[in-house]
T-cell receptor
Framework: KAGVTQTPRYLIKTRGQQVTLSCSPISGHRSVSWYQQTPGQGLQFLFEYFSETQRNKGNFPGRFSGRQFSNSRSEMNVSTLELGDSALYLC?????????????????FGEGSWLTVV | GIQVEQSPPDLILQEGANSTLRCNFSDSVNNLQWFHQNPWGQLINLFYIPSGTKQNGRLSATTVATERYSLLYISSSQTTDSGVYFCAVEQGFGNEKLTFGTGTRLTIIP
């Protein structure tokens, strides 16, 4: 089956602009999580959606937002971009939400979207 | 919040060598997973291992939940094992998100 697909893979934006990243989860998966990875802060949780509802949100400013559609595809948006937003943004999907203790609830990551803000 | 620390931060080994990577966490967890991040940035799930021992080919993992640590063993290393290894934990009880460790960068030299 197809894996987690993220688009675009690479993009360059200017400070003050906004960006939308897209994530298509594995077919049948209803949970989508987003993470930001930077050299300084490592991998940090942004938010998780399950069945179109945001279940959890990390410690990021309100400029970071997301949503999930009825087909489980998810988008995240960053407005008023800052230089510090330059990062690898990773999307992960799973059958059930994080916290579900089913042993088969493996999390699968996409290849990420590399965002550079100049 | 929970702290997740991995050691060593960097490891350089000759092809064929064995290695042990460690993950310490500061509080009890419901879920622990090991990931390998390849040079292109993708995270690959290696093990879902909140407790006990699992093996998959040359890789095995052990989590001792009561002592708050997990170990990842790689035997007969190959150059394709190079990359960064992360452990990630989830606490549950309203804090259901993965917290990633600091990572171990493994470099296998031919």
């Amino acid at each position: 089956k197809a894996g987690v697909t993220q688009t675009p893979r690479y993009l360059i934006k200017t400070r003050g602009q906004q960006v939308t990243l897209s994530c298509s989860p594995i077919s049948g998966h209803r949970s989508v999580s987003w993470y930001q990875q930077t050299p300084g802060q490592g991998l940090q949780f942004l938010f998780e959606y399950f069945s179109e509802t945001q279940r959890n949100k990390g410690n990021f400013p309100g400029r970071f937002s997301g949503r999930q559609f009825s087909n489980s595809r998810s988008e995240m948006n960053v407005s008023t971009l800052e230089l510090g937003d330059s990062a690898l943004y990773l999307c992960a999907s799973s059958l059930m939400p994080t916290g579900d203790l089913t042993s088969g609830n493996t999390i699968y990551f996409g290849e990420g979207s590399w965002l550079t803000v100049v | 919040g929970i702290q997740v620390e991995q050691s060593p931060p960097d490891l350089i080994l000759q092809e064929g060598a064995n290695s042990t990577l460690r993950c310490n966490f500061s509080d009890s967890v419901n879920n622990l997973q090991w990931f390998h991040q390849n040079p292109w940035g993708q995270l690959i799930n290696l093990f879902y291992i909140p407790s006990g021992t699992k093996q998959n080919g040359r890789l095995s993992a052990t989590t001792v939940a009561t002592e708050r640590y997990s170990l990842l063993y790689i035997s007969s290393s190959q150059t394709t094992d190079s990359g960064v290894y992360f452990c990630a934990v989830e606490q549950g009880f309203g804090n259901e998100k993965l917290t990633f460790g600091t990572g171990t960068r493994l470099t296998i030299i031919p």
